[in-house]
Protein backbone atom coordinates (compact mmCIF):
# COMPACT_ATOMS: atom_id res chain seq x y z
CA UNK A 1 0.00 0.00 0.00
CA UNK A 2 1.19 3.88 -1.12
CA UNK A 3 2.59 5.73 2.11
CA UNK A 4 3.21 9.00 0.87
CA UNK A 5 5.01 12.06 2.00
CA UNK A 6 4.96 15.92 0.91
CA UNK A 7 7.80 18.03 2.24
CA UNK A 8 6.70 21.50 2.14
CA UNK A 9 3.08 20.92 2.28
CA UNK A 10 1.90 24.08 4.06
CA UNK A 11 3.23 26.05 0.56
CA UNK A 12 0.62 27.32 -2.14
CA UNK A 13 0.73 23.84 -3.99
CA UNK A 14 1.28 21.82 -1.18
CA UNK A 15 -1.74 22.30 0.79
CA UNK A 16 -4.17 21.34 -2.30
CA UNK A 17 -1.46 18.21 -3.37
CA UNK A 18 -2.13 16.76 0.49
CA UNK A 19 -5.73 17.28 0.61
CA UNK A 20 -6.36 15.81 -3.20
CA UNK A 21 -4.15 12.73 -2.14
CA UNK A 22 -6.07 11.99 0.63
CA UNK A 23 -9.55 11.88 -1.18
CA UNK A 24 -7.81 9.80 -3.71
CA UNK A 25 -5.35 7.14 -1.48
CA UNK A 26 -7.25 7.99 2.70
CA UNK A 27 -6.43 10.07 4.93
CA UNK A 28 -4.25 8.24 6.84
CA UNK A 29 -1.78 7.23 3.80
CA UNK A 30 -0.68 11.02 3.18
CA UNK A 31 1.67 13.07 5.63
CA UNK A 32 1.89 16.64 5.49
CA UNK A 33 5.37 17.96 6.33
CA UNK A 34 6.07 21.14 6.77
CA UNK A 35 8.43 23.45 9.43
CA UNK A 36 5.45 24.70 11.20
CA UNK A 37 5.39 23.19 14.94
CA UNK A 38 1.57 22.92 14.49
CA UNK A 39 -0.24 21.52 11.72
CA UNK A 40 -2.86 23.35 9.86
CA UNK A 41 -6.30 23.39 10.39
CA UNK A 42 -6.50 22.89 6.86
CA UNK A 43 -4.27 19.77 6.34
CA UNK A 44 -5.83 18.58 10.06
CA UNK A 45 -7.86 15.48 8.47
CA UNK A 46 -4.54 13.54 8.14
CA UNK A 47 -1.21 13.08 9.98
CA UNK A 48 1.07 15.98 9.75
CA UNK A 49 5.02 16.13 10.98
CA UNK A 50 7.20 19.04 11.45
CA UNK A 51 10.31 18.42 9.24
CA UNK A 52 12.92 20.50 7.61
CA UNK A 53 14.17 19.38 4.29
CA UNK A 54 17.76 20.53 5.50
CA UNK A 55 17.78 18.15 8.36
CA UNK A 56 19.14 15.45 6.03
CA UNK A 57 19.48 12.71 9.02
CA UNK A 58 15.73 13.46 10.51
CA UNK A 59 14.35 13.32 6.65
CA UNK A 60 16.24 9.82 6.07
CA UNK A 61 15.35 8.75 9.83
CA UNK A 62 11.41 9.47 9.08
CA UNK A 63 10.83 8.24 5.27
CA UNK A 64 13.19 5.04 6.91
CA UNK A 65 11.11 3.91 10.30
CA UNK A 66 8.21 5.37 8.15
CA UNK A 67 8.36 2.87 5.14
CA UNK A 68 7.12 5.88 2.89
CA UNK A 69 6.78 5.11 -0.48
CA UNK A 70 6.33 8.01 -2.42
CA UNK A 71 7.79 11.53 -1.66
CA UNK A 72 6.53 14.54 -2.53
CA UNK A 73 9.37 17.40 -2.73
CA UNK A 74 7.73 20.58 -2.44
CA UNK A 75 10.13 22.55 -0.48
CA UNK A 76 11.91 25.51 -2.34
CA UNK A 77 12.15 29.01 -2.05
CA UNK A 78 10.52 30.67 -5.12
CA UNK A 79 11.82 33.24 -8.06
CA UNK A 80 11.54 36.44 -5.93
CA UNK A 81 12.18 35.34 -2.33
CA UNK A 82 15.16 33.17 -3.79
CA UNK A 83 16.49 36.33 -5.31
CA UNK A 84 16.79 37.91 -1.82
CA UNK A 85 18.30 35.32 -0.25
CA UNK A 86 20.26 33.25 -3.03
CA UNK A 87 22.84 31.09 -0.69
CA UNK A 88 20.03 29.81 1.32
CA UNK A 89 18.12 29.03 -1.93
CA UNK A 90 20.35 27.08 -3.72
CA UNK A 91 20.92 24.90 -0.07
CA UNK A 92 16.83 24.53 0.00
CA UNK A 93 16.70 23.89 -3.33
CA UNK A 94 19.44 21.21 -4.06
CA UNK A 95 20.77 19.75 -0.81
CA UNK A 96 16.69 18.60 0.03
CA UNK A 97 16.30 17.14 -3.33
CA UNK A 98 20.04 15.13 -3.02
CA UNK A 99 18.45 13.65 0.23
CA UNK A 100 15.35 12.35 -1.71
CA UNK A 101 17.34 11.56 -4.64
CA UNK A 102 19.97 8.93 -2.49
CA UNK A 103 16.56 7.53 -0.41
CA UNK A 104 15.56 6.43 -3.71
CA UNK A 105 18.46 4.93 -4.83
CA UNK A 106 18.97 3.05 -1.72
CA UNK A 107 16.01 1.47 -2.58
CA UNK A 108 14.03 3.15 0.41
CA UNK A 109 11.96 4.75 -2.06
CA UNK A 110 10.06 3.83 -4.71
CA UNK A 111 8.73 7.14 -6.78
CA UNK A 112 9.31 10.54 -5.95
CA UNK A 113 7.84 14.05 -7.28
CA UNK A 114 9.94 16.53 -7.49
CA UNK A 115 8.55 20.36 -9.45
CA UNK A 116 10.43 22.17 -11.58
CA UNK A 117 9.74 25.56 -13.18
CA UNK A 118 9.79 27.87 -16.86
CA UNK A 119 12.39 29.47 -14.49
CA UNK A 120 14.48 27.39 -16.05
CA UNK A 121 14.15 29.53 -19.20
CA UNK A 122 16.30 32.21 -19.98
CA UNK A 123 16.55 35.53 -22.14
CA UNK A 124 18.14 33.45 -25.03
CA UNK A 125 15.09 30.52 -24.85
CA UNK A 126 13.06 31.25 -27.91
CA UNK A 127 10.12 33.16 -25.70
CA UNK A 128 7.07 31.69 -28.16
CA UNK A 129 6.08 28.22 -27.96
CA UNK A 130 8.93 27.53 -25.87
CA UNK A 131 9.68 23.97 -26.78
CA UNK A 132 10.75 20.91 -24.48
CA UNK A 133 14.19 21.13 -25.65
CA UNK A 134 15.39 24.22 -25.88
CA UNK A 135 18.24 26.64 -24.84
CA UNK A 136 18.40 27.13 -21.23
CA UNK A 137 20.61 29.73 -19.38
CA UNK A 138 17.99 30.83 -16.52
CA UNK A 139 19.20 33.95 -14.73
CA UNK A 140 17.68 33.56 -11.38
CA UNK A 141 18.97 31.71 -8.27
CA UNK A 142 15.47 29.88 -8.32
CA UNK A 143 15.95 28.47 -12.11
CA UNK A 144 19.75 27.70 -11.53
CA UNK A 145 18.77 25.50 -9.23
CA UNK A 146 16.01 23.88 -10.86
CA UNK A 147 17.90 23.67 -14.07
CA UNK A 148 20.54 22.04 -12.04
CA UNK A 149 18.13 20.02 -10.59
CA UNK A 150 16.67 18.66 -13.50
CA UNK A 151 19.52 17.20 -14.66
CA UNK A 152 19.94 15.52 -11.72
CA UNK A 153 17.01 13.35 -11.71
CA UNK A 154 18.04 12.74 -15.27
CA UNK A 155 21.30 11.47 -14.26
CA UNK A 156 19.68 9.11 -11.01
CA UNK A 157 17.09 7.75 -13.56
CA UNK A 158 19.64 7.13 -16.22
CA UNK A 159 22.46 6.34 -13.77
CA UNK A 160 20.66 3.85 -10.77
CA UNK A 161 17.19 3.27 -12.33
CA UNK A 162 15.13 6.36 -9.58
CA UNK A 163 11.65 6.66 -10.54
CA UNK A 164 11.86 10.28 -10.60
CA UNK A 165 8.78 12.63 -12.18
CA UNK A 166 8.48 16.13 -12.89
CA UNK A 167 6.90 18.94 -14.57
CA UNK A 168 8.02 22.73 -15.26
CA UNK A 169 5.36 24.47 -13.61
CA UNK A 170 3.90 27.75 -15.23
CA UNK A 171 2.55 30.28 -12.90
CA UNK A 172 0.06 28.85 -10.53
CA UNK A 173 -3.68 30.39 -9.60
CA UNK A 174 -5.66 28.98 -6.64
CA UNK A 175 -7.59 30.83 -4.05
CA UNK A 176 -6.92 27.86 -1.53
CA UNK A 177 -3.55 29.11 -0.18
CA UNK A 178 -1.97 32.68 -0.64
CA UNK A 179 0.49 33.89 -2.88
CA UNK A 180 4.67 32.08 -2.04
CA UNK A 181 6.89 34.86 -3.23
CA UNK A 182 6.72 34.14 -6.83
CA UNK A 183 6.66 36.26 -9.98
CA UNK A 184 3.77 35.31 -11.27
CA UNK A 185 1.88 35.87 -7.81
CA UNK A 186 0.75 38.93 -9.00
CA UNK A 187 -1.92 36.72 -10.66
CA UNK A 188 -3.45 35.78 -7.34
CA UNK A 189 -3.03 39.12 -5.34
CA UNK A 190 -4.96 41.04 -8.02
CA UNK A 191 -8.20 38.80 -7.07
CA UNK A 192 -7.93 39.95 -3.15
CA UNK A 193 -8.07 43.47 -4.50
CA UNK A 194 -10.29 43.02 -7.20
CA UNK A 195 -12.76 41.08 -4.79
CA UNK A 196 -12.51 44.00 -1.80
CA UNK A 197 -12.81 46.94 -4.46
CA UNK A 198 -9.68 48.10 -4.20
CA UNK A 199 -6.79 49.26 -7.05
CA UNK A 200 -4.35 46.43 -7.77
CA UNK A 201 -0.50 48.04 -7.98
CA UNK A 202 0.81 45.46 -10.92
CA UNK A 203 4.36 44.82 -10.59
CA UNK A 204 4.63 43.74 -14.19
CA UNK A 205 3.93 45.59 -17.04
CA UNK A 206 0.99 45.22 -19.00
CA UNK A 207 2.09 43.51 -21.69
CA UNK A 208 4.07 41.38 -20.25
CA UNK A 209 2.85 37.59 -21.35
CA UNK A 210 3.53 34.57 -18.75
CA UNK A 211 2.74 30.73 -19.02
CA UNK A 212 -0.42 30.45 -16.21
CA UNK A 213 -2.45 27.20 -14.92
CA UNK A 214 -5.52 27.14 -12.92
CA UNK A 215 -4.49 24.86 -9.64
CA UNK A 216 -6.72 22.41 -10.15
CA UNK A 217 -5.51 21.56 -13.63
CA UNK A 218 -1.68 21.23 -11.82
CA UNK A 219 -2.65 19.26 -8.84
CA UNK A 220 -4.27 16.86 -11.41
CA UNK A 221 -1.54 16.88 -13.74
CA UNK A 222 0.83 16.62 -10.85
CA UNK A 223 -1.29 13.38 -9.86
CA UNK A 224 -1.73 12.33 -13.87
CA UNK A 225 2.29 11.75 -14.06
CA UNK A 226 2.88 10.34 -10.83
CA UNK A 227 0.21 7.58 -11.58
CA UNK A 228 1.33 6.97 -15.70
CA UNK A 229 2.33 4.04 -16.07
CA UNK A 230 6.81 4.01 -15.49
CA UNK A 231 7.20 2.84 -19.66
CA UNK A 232 5.35 6.13 -20.60
CA UNK A 233 7.18 8.71 -18.50
CA UNK A 234 9.90 9.43 -21.58
CA UNK A 235 11.13 12.68 -19.96
CA UNK A 236 13.53 12.56 -16.50
CA UNK A 237 14.33 15.72 -16.49
CA UNK A 238 11.01 17.84 -15.93
CA UNK A 239 7.95 17.88 -18.59
CA UNK A 240 7.06 21.39 -20.18
CA UNK A 241 3.40 21.63 -18.96
CA UNK A 242 0.77 24.00 -20.09
CA UNK A 243 -3.01 25.43 -19.69
CA UNK A 244 -3.17 29.32 -20.57
CA UNK A 245 -1.10 32.69 -21.03
CA UNK A 246 -1.88 36.21 -20.53
CA UNK A 247 -0.43 39.48 -19.81
CA UNK A 248 -1.56 41.59 -16.54
CA UNK A 249 -3.98 43.95 -19.03
CA UNK A 250 -5.77 40.48 -20.53
CA UNK A 251 -6.26 39.40 -17.05
CA UNK A 252 -7.74 42.42 -15.66
CA UNK A 253 -10.06 42.62 -18.50
CA UNK A 254 -11.38 39.73 -17.76
CA UNK A 255 -11.91 40.94 -14.20
CA UNK A 256 -13.59 44.00 -15.26
CA UNK A 257 -16.57 41.59 -17.22
CA UNK A 258 -17.46 40.03 -13.74
CA UNK A 259 -16.40 43.59 -11.72
CA UNK A 260 -16.63 46.50 -14.23
CA UNK A 261 -15.30 49.18 -11.73
CA UNK A 262 -12.00 46.99 -11.08
CA UNK A 263 -8.98 49.37 -11.73
CA UNK A 264 -5.35 48.47 -12.31
CA UNK A 265 -2.33 50.25 -12.42
CA UNK A 266 1.61 48.94 -13.65
CA UNK A 267 4.40 49.70 -11.59
CA UNK A 268 7.07 47.33 -12.74
CA UNK A 269 9.90 46.42 -10.14
CA UNK A 270 12.81 44.03 -10.03
CA UNK A 271 10.68 41.32 -10.51
CA UNK A 272 9.93 42.72 -14.38
CA UNK A 273 13.30 41.40 -15.09
CA UNK A 274 12.70 38.23 -14.25
CA UNK A 275 9.69 37.80 -16.05
CA UNK A 276 11.06 38.94 -19.73
CA UNK A 277 13.59 35.90 -19.31
CA UNK A 278 10.83 33.48 -18.90
CA UNK A 279 8.41 32.38 -21.74
CA UNK A 280 5.33 33.92 -22.98
CA UNK A 281 3.50 30.68 -23.84
CA UNK A 282 4.59 27.02 -23.89
CA UNK A 283 4.54 23.98 -26.05
CA UNK A 284 3.74 20.73 -24.06
CA UNK A 285 3.25 18.52 -27.20
CA UNK A 286 5.62 15.66 -25.40
CA UNK A 287 3.56 15.82 -22.04
CA UNK A 288 0.15 15.24 -24.20
CA UNK A 289 1.80 12.65 -26.42
CA UNK A 290 3.38 10.94 -23.71
CA UNK A 291 0.51 10.91 -20.64
CA UNK A 292 -2.67 12.16 -22.22
CA UNK A 293 -1.74 15.48 -20.39
CA UNK A 294 -5.29 18.05 -21.17
CA UNK A 295 -6.08 21.52 -19.38
CA UNK A 296 -9.45 22.10 -18.20
CA UNK A 297 -9.58 25.39 -17.37
CA UNK A 298 -9.59 28.45 -19.51
CA UNK A 299 -8.86 32.08 -18.45
CA UNK A 300 -12.95 33.65 -18.55
CA UNK A 301 -13.54 30.47 -16.65
CA UNK A 302 -11.06 30.96 -13.78
CA UNK A 303 -11.42 34.13 -13.13
CA UNK A 304 -15.15 33.33 -12.34
CA UNK A 305 -14.18 30.92 -10.16
CA UNK A 306 -11.14 32.82 -8.08
CA UNK A 307 -13.23 35.98 -7.82
CA UNK A 308 -16.18 33.43 -6.31
CA UNK A 309 -14.04 31.93 -3.83
CA UNK A 310 -10.88 33.92 -3.21
CA UNK A 311 -11.77 34.45 0.98
CA UNK A 312 -10.42 37.91 1.92
CA UNK A 313 -10.33 36.46 5.52
CA UNK A 314 -7.40 34.84 4.39
CA UNK A 315 -5.35 38.32 4.70
CA UNK A 316 -6.00 38.58 8.24
CA UNK A 317 -4.38 35.44 9.45
Given at each position: MKKILVLGSCGQIGTELVLTLREK??????????LRD?????????????????????????IIGEQITEVYLLAALLSATAEKNPDFAWRLNMEGLFTILDLAKEGHIQ?????????VFGPTTPRVNTPQYTVMEPSTVYGISKQAGERWCEYYFNKFGVDVRSIRYPGLISYKSLPGGGTTDYAVDIF???????QFNCFLKEDSALPMMFMDDAIRATIELMEAPKEQVKIRSSYNLSAISFTPKQLAEAIKVEIPSFDIVYNPDFRQAIADSWPASIDDSEARANWNWKERYDLNKMVKIMLENVDLSLLKN
Open positions: FGNQQVVAADVCPDNLANGPYIKLDALDRESVRTYKIFWPSSIAYKAKAGE
